[in-house]
Nanobody
Framework: QVQLVESGGGMVQAGGSLRLSCAAS????????MGWFRQPPGKERDFVAG????????YYADSVKGRFTISRDNAKNTVYLQMNSLKPEDTAVYYC??????????????WGQGTQVTVSS
């Protein structure tokens, strides 16, 4: 188990960019595949991106492919989500979590508080 703290959210206009960060506690961070999830208002939480523990393999949901980039810095125990060309439908609370495999968003740890992203048209 790791503890997770997301940050970097905010309000942007459509077409803008944001970079989310997820800081993880614990010495075993580098052993975990990591993922980003999002929960739009009134909807279920969805898996949007995953990255392998080495940082080499990645996965993206079709809705964000080509616009979002997941990366990690194991020395800083941090995973990032660079979000470009944002759309109003990207509005959601964004969460990170450890995941079992890169392409399957099965969360393994307790959820953090998330970070709100709001995209205006």
């Amino acid at each position: 188990q790791v503890q997770l703290v997301e940050s970097g959210g905010g309000m942007v206009q459509a077409g803008g960019s944001l970079r989310l960060s997820c800081a993880a506690s614990g010495r075993t961070f580098s052993r975990y595949n990591m993922g980003w999830f999002r929960q739009p208002p009134g909807k279920e939480r969805d898996f949007v991106a995953g990255i392998g523990w080495t940082g080499v393999g990645t996965y993206y949901a079709d809705s964000v492919k080509g616009r979002f980039t997941i990366s990690r810095d194991n020395a800083k125990n941090t995973v990032y989500l660079q979000m470009n060309s944002l759309k109003p439908e990207d509005t959601a609370v964004y969460y990170c979590n450890t995941i079992r495999t890169i392409g399957v968003g099965t969360p393994l740890s307790d959820w953090g508080q998330g970070t709100q992203v709001t995209v205006s048209s």
